[in-house]
């Protein structure tokens, strides 16, 4: 039987949540997220976004989200499993209002970056502002998907915007 420890619990809103774990013996770490759908807030939005370096399995625990996946929307629940997202796959997130999700992601190859990753983008305990943001993205292998349709632009425009940023955001954490 595989034992899951948790790493850390990331707190970056009031109504959200994340528990970075790893399998006990293993190199496969995963992200629980939970937002509680308490009325009057925003459900979670993560914007459309891809990754170069790795794939993304995103399972529904808990209530339902809707997952767009270049362009085409699902909304994913308990029942209908794990939607595997491939690398360089724009993809984004949404709650819907007044309801409770909670959802997993693992991503392939495993180890600890992912984790990392957000501990990095939420290290200041809230979502972060621009510059946090693009300099944990070019640390973290994702790129923000601009309007103009071209994954050549979103990676120049994290690297100049990571680039810069790397002079006066917060640095990136040594360890969780």
Known sequence: MTTTRRLKTL??????????LVEQDSENYSAVARFDGTMGTEPFFVPPHWHKHHDEYITVLEGRMTVTLDGRETVLTPEAGSIFIPRRTVHSFRGFHGEKTVFEERNQPAGIYKALFFNDVFQMGKSPNFWLAVRSAIDGDLYAHLPLGSKLLDELFIIVFGTVARLFAPAKPKAL
């Open 11 to 20: 707190r970056p809103a009031k109504d959200f949540e994340m528990d970075l």
